[in-house]
């Protein structure tokens, strides 16, 4: 069932009514609610809206399921904690690793524990600088309906290199230069002994 509107006449009427009558709760000091019609929405009143038509297309963006963001940006992001000109020089190729760990092929449960001995152990050395090799995943025939990262030990390797037993050894994680193995490898800069 639908209200119909009040012509000016009967707010004209109430609003005499309203003005002779007390207030049951004098103490309420609730504004009086308006008994003129709400007012219409003008058209585009919000500026995402634009006009359409019928049969016009819809200019589509590609949707994002990754809430994380991409690996290459997070690393591009972080802080720089080590010597800025090491660092550039570092990104440009030009710092020859000390040691090398290739995970090629290996499962999760393997990679991990090789992965803190190969740190731990190049730190316990003296190494500065360090080239682990994750490789960049293997694609798959068919992604399906869910969408799946491309190598996990890639994705997996930079947040194990954050969190104990290796985030007290590690200075800088980076994606390697083309000449050490480019996306499918991280520079692992480490810190002094002591």
Do not use: C
Not at 20 to 26: E, K, L
Not at 96 to 112: F, N
Not at 166 to 194: C, E, F, K, M, N
């Amino acid at each position: 069932m639908t209200r119909r509107k009040l012509t000016q006449e009967e707010i004209d009427l109430w609003r005499k009514v309203t003005a002779q009558t007390d207030r049951m709760r004098p103490e309420s000091t609730d504004a009086p609610r308006s008994t003129l019609p709400k007012p219409k929405p003008a058209k585009n009143a919000s500026p995402q809206l634009r006009d359409f038509r019928v049969g016009q297309r819809v200019e589509s963006k590609p949707l994002r399921h990754d809430l994380i963001g991409e690996l290459k940006d997070r690393l591009a992001s972080a802080q720089i904690n080590m010597d800025v000109k090491a660092y550039k020089r570092m990104k440009r190729g030009k710092l020859k690793p000390e040691g090398r760990l290739d995970l090629h092929g290996l499962t999760l449960d393997r990679a991990h524990p090789a992965l803190n001995r190969f740190i731990l152990s190049a730190q316990a050395d003296g190494k500065r600088l360090v080239l682990v090799i994750t490789g960049k995943g293997r694609k798959s025939a068919d992604d399906g309906p869910i969408p799946t990262r491309r190598g996990v030990l890639k994705h997996q390797v930079p947040q194990w290199l954050m969190m104990p037993p290796l985030a007290q050894a590690v200075i800088q994680v980076s994606p390697a230069h083309l000449t050490h193995g480019g996306d499918g490898a991280y520079y692992v800069y480490l810190r002094r002994s002591r």
